[in-house]
T-cell receptor, first 111, second 114 residues
Framework: LAKTTQPISMDSYEGQEVNITCSHNNIATNDYITWYQQFPSQGPRFIIQGYKTKVTNEVASLFIPADRKSSTLSLPRVSLSDTAVYYCLVDSSGSARQLTFGSGTQLTVLP | DTAVSQTPKYLVTQMGNDKSIKCEQN?????MYWYKQDSKKFLKIMFSYNNKELIINETVPNRFSPKSPDKAHLNLHINSLELGDSAVYFC?????????????FGSGTQLSVL
């Protein structure tokens, strides 16, 4: 089960680009990297997933270097509504799928 | 329609009581999960069921007993509640097992044990 490390918190201002990096040194060959977003009083919500290089969708981009030991979630031009906890998850598949989220990164967007 | 729904949203009870939390998903998924989130936002998996069969049982006291009457439902029963059980409990589902499956979460049940 790959362990992930993320910053506990980050602050940003509206309109800025935010990059949140996650370290996963023990990532296995078959592991995917997934990011979730959680607003207060809600369950986590899928944002983006990748295996290598770069993935982009309408919400964010995910950058994964060649060694895959880290990944960076990039949120372009954040707004106040992007204030949330962001979780990096590395899925260690096996005979049973285990998913434990860490404590995430609390992103606070300021006006 | 809510994809993953759990009830109740809030549950306040006394130590020693027995309580249940219900979860239903209407996504046609085969796999369902229970997670516990503590006050520091750490989100830890407790159980996972695939097509009504238990496939993950993390280190959870046996006072916690999941029950899956069908693959659309995964309920959590807790006996002899303790103060340390206070947390937010999330139900989730995914299409199947596998490394690229997205999890869909319910909105959580805030359990407070007094």
């Amino acid at each position: 089960l790959a362990k992930t490390t993320q910053p506990i918190s980050m602050d940003s201002y509206e309109g800025q680009e935010v990059n949140i990096t996650c370290s996963h040194n023990n990532i296995a060959t078959n592991d995917y990297i997934t990011w979730y977003q959680q607003f207060p009083s809600q369950g986590p919500r899928f944002i983006i997933q990748g295996y290598k290089t770069k993935v982009t969708n309408e919400v964010a981009s995910l950058f994964i270097p060649a060694d895959r030991k880290s990944s960076t979630l990039s949120l372009p031009r954040v707004s106040l509504s992007d204030t949330a906890v962001y979780y990096c998850l590395v899925d260690s598949s096996g005979s049973a799928r285990q998913l434990t989220f860490g404590s995430g990164t609390q992103l606070t967007v300021l006006p | 329609d809510t994809a993953v729904s759990q009830t109740p949203k809030y549950l306040v009870t006394q130590m020693g009581n027995d309580k249940s939390i219900k979860c239903e998903q209407n996504l046609g998924h085969d796999t369902m999960y229970w997670y516990k989130q503590d006050s520091k936002k750490f989100l830890k998996i407790m159980f996972s069921y695939n097509n009504k069969e238990l496939i993950i049982n993390e280190t959870v006291p046996n006072r916690f007993s999941p029950k899956s009457p069908d693959k659309a439902h995964l309920n959590l029963h807790i006996n002899s509640l303790e103060l340390g059980d206070s947390a937010v409990y999330f139900c989730a589902s995914s299409h199947a097992q596998g490394p690229n499956e997205k999890l869909f979460f319910g909105s959580g049940t805030q359990l407070s044990v007094l």
